[in-house]
């Protein structure tokens, strides 16, 4: 059964500075993996999705890589502001069991001090 | 991507009463699921929805709890059974987007139970 971990479980900054959130899986049989950002109370909001295939994707302030091999994969967050603030969930397509589903790790609470 | 309207967004109900959350999604999808985020944790799958079959369900989740229609391809309703403290979460409904595999999967705003 596919295990997904993040780390760290919570993290504050101040603004501007660069970060790393990570996130490891125990199953490299993955169709894709999304990251997600969810506020508080809120539903998930996704940032970015990287097919099995590559090995990284960007978006504005964000990068993410993917390294199968490994199991893990990382977001990367620029210039940190405190409008970044928010959980961010790392989650994974598997398909060859015939589940279509997300697993998804238990997320990484970003604070961002102004 | 899919847009994916979910209601209501928030609700605090009594103890033994159920609860039926609706998500009506902008294109026809042929896969739904349902999740379930308990206070301070991940989110965890309830149930596969497919139109015009059973849903199914993860270990852990029974339909007499958590029974689901998908009457067809754009709308899909959760109902919380009976319910108890202990259902207090946020559940959630999820879609994969068009072309799955280029734009991975949307997610409802979330409803938000409170049960007391």
């Known amino acids: 059964k596919q295990e997904v971990t993040q780390i760290p479980a919570a993290l504050s900054v101040p603004e501007g500075e660069n970060l790393v959130l990570n996130c490891s899986f125990t199953?490299?049989?993955?169709?894709?993996l999304q990251w997600f950002r969810q506020d508080p109370g809120k539903g998930l909001t996704s940032l970015l999705l990287i097919q099995s295939s590559q090995r990284e994707q960007t978006s504005g302030r964000l990068n993410a890589s993917l390294d199968k091999s490994s199991g893990r994969s990382t977001l990367y967050i620029a210039a940190s502001q405190p409008g970044d603030s928010a959980t961010y969930l790392c989650?994974?397509?598997?398909?060859?069991?015939?589940?279509?589903?997300?697993?998804f790790g238990s997320g990484t609470r970003l604070q961002v001090q102004p | 991507s899919a847009v994916i309207s979910q209601k209501p967004s928030r609700d605090i109900c009594q103890r033994g009463t159920s609860l039926t959350i609706q998500c009506q999604v902008d294109s026809q999808v042929t896969m739904m699921f349902w999740y379930r985020q308990q206070p301070g944790q991940s989110l965890t799958l309830i149930a596969t929805?497919?139109?015009?079959?059973?849903?199914?369900?993860e270990s852990g989740f029974v339909i007499d709890k958590f029974p689901i229609s998908r009457p067809n391809l754009t709308f899909s309703t959760l109902t919380v059974s009976n319910m108890s403290p202990e259902d207090s979460s946020i559940y959630l409904c999820s879609v994969e987007a068009p072309g799955w595999n280029n734009y991975g999967y949307t997610f409802g705003s979330g409803t938000r139970l409170t049960v007391v």
């Open positions: 929805a497919n139109q015009g079959s059973e849903a199914t369900y």
């Open positions: 199953d490299s049989a993955i169709y894709n």
């Open positions: 989650a994974l397509a598997e398909g060859d069991t015939g589940r279509r589903a997300l697993t």
